[in-house]
């Protein structure tokens, strides 16, 4: 009987266990404005409330432009918002409460995979999961990843994420870039904002991987 019971409550444990995804860290009082952000922990580290006047969730790097172009000509402060908002530090954080947080939560396409360059050309809100898996389709595996597949690949970046290694380049994601497709500020003569490609060629394509949001909005990594 005693057996019996201690098999009963471990199935009762095991049938409790549940687990999901963060909520989204941005919240509106109204349709994307009066914002509040958070991170996927619930808190930053001094306890304090981070704010914007507008979120704006782009789908496709032709919206992303035209967000940070309407920001820069309204001379709106601009920060970055991946889908869970995983980073500890307040980078999310628009200076004061009339800022504008841009998600890219939307920005979630694999563009390309090619097997024969074993490379892969994402967006920058896709999932470590999903390139993982896109990947794994053409039998290719990345060298090194943090621990959470839940950060995004421009989250990744931005924040200097790592593995634990020595071997090959090392275990930084972002050493493993060839290619970066980054949105930045402009002239009002450029439109307020523009696509900036940066190949490996490129000196400024080290300064974009590690920029921690505050050069412009990675749009696309290959």
């Not at 995004?152 to 994601?173: E, N």
Request: with cysteine; charged share 20%.
């Amino acid at each position: 009987m005693l057996i019996i019971s201690k098999v009963l409550i471990l199935a009762i444990i095991l049938c409790r266990v549940r687990c999901s995804p963060p909520e989204d860290p941005i919240k509106c009082r109204v349709k994307n404005q009066n914002c509040t952000i958070t991170n996927s922990y619930g808190a930053f580290p001094d306890r304090s409330i981070c704010r914007a006047a507008v979120a704006v969730y782009p789908t496709s790097e032709a919206e992303l432009v035209s967000a940070v172009a309407d920001a820069i000509k309204a001379k709106s402060k601009v920060k970055v918002a991946t889908r869970f908002s995983h980073s500890i530090p307040k980078l999310v954080c628009p200076d004061g409460d009339e800022g504008t947080v841009i998600s890219t939560k939307y920005l979630n396409r694999t563009v390309r995979v090619d097997a024969a360059g074993q490379t892969v050309t994402v967006e920058s809100g896709v999932t470590l999961r999903e390139v993982i898996e896109e990947a794994a389709k053409v039998k290719l595996a990345l060298p090194y990843a943090p621990y959470w597949w839940g950060v995004t690949v421009g989250g990744m970046l931005g924040t200097g994420a790592h593995g634990s290694s020595l071997w090959g380049l090392g275990s930084q994601v972002h050493d493993y870039v060839i290619q970066l497709r980054i949105v930045t500020p402009a002239e009002a003569d450029e439109g307020y904002a523009k696509i900036r490609v940066l190949p490996t060629a490129d000196p400024e394509l080290d300064a974009a991987k590690v920029s921690l949001g505050v050069l412009g909005v990675i749009s696309q990594m290959f």
